[in-house]
């Protein structure tokens, strides 16, 4: 079974700083991609960056220049937001894209979210 555990949310001041981070876990898994999303009340949710497994990035445009997705070699990706303004108010929720060494499946894995409010 596939687990993702997201934490780092808060309440934080416009243009403060927070760091999330995902961690991938189960026995027997790939992982392929490593994305963040968000979802505020009342909207969609939205892909705010992603990564692959040859490190490449992509950001929504709103957050470039304020955000970074990494990844370690533990199954983990980390996202360091920066300048966070109120519109950045949302659940962000990790995805994983992971293939099972035992069934051969592939297929996405959501984390549960974790709440990230920037108000003064």
């Known amino acids: 079974q596939v687990q993702l555990v997201e934490s780092g949310g808060g309440l934080v001041q416009p243009g403060g700083s927070l760091r999330l981070s995902c961690a991938a876990s189960g026995r027997g898994i790939t992982v392929y991609t490593m994305d963040w999303y968000r979802q505020a009340p009342g909207n969609e949710r939205e892909l705010v960056a992603g990564?692959?497994?040859?490190?490449?990035t992509n950001y929504a445009d709103s957050v470039k220049g304020r955000f970074t997705i990494s990844k370690d070699n533990a199954k983990a990706v980390y996202l360091q937001m920066n300048s966070l303004k109120p519109e950045d108010t949302a659940v962000y929720y990790c995805k994983a894209n992971v293939r099972s060494i035992v069934t051969l499946l592939r297929g996405d894995y959501w984390g549960q979210g974790t709440q990230v409010t920037v108000s003064s």
């Open positions: 990564i692959t497994r040859d490190g490449t």
